[in-house]
């Protein structure tokens, strides 16, 4: 897990983070129902294309900032 930032005004997390199973790295991003204190509902999950570094919440947009792990470029990804 890389980090997690919270949409405002709702019980639900973002998480990001990434995975490697052997020599394969998977980059994610999931939505997380935070309402049970000491649990964690997973709503959606998707892979950004990236390795985000941050991610903010505003409106219905949510912003991505990473690198492209191909060439190292910085990312900026809105979904």
């Not at 983070?17 to 939505?31: A, E, P, R």
């Not at 919440?57 to 060439?71: E, F, K, P």
């Amino acid at each position: 897990m890389r980090g997690v930032t919270f949409i405002p005004n709702t019980n639900t997390a973002v998480l990001f983070g990434f995975v490697s199973v052997m020599n394969t790295t998977i980059d994610f991003v999931l939505f997380a129902d935070t309402l049970a204190p000491g649990s964690l509902t997973i709503l959606a999950w998707f892979n950004p294309g990236m390795q985000v570094q941050d991610a903010k919440v505003s409106g219905t947009n949510l912003y991505c900032v990473g690198r492209d792990r191909a060439n190292s470029n910085s990312v900026l990804a809105i979904f």
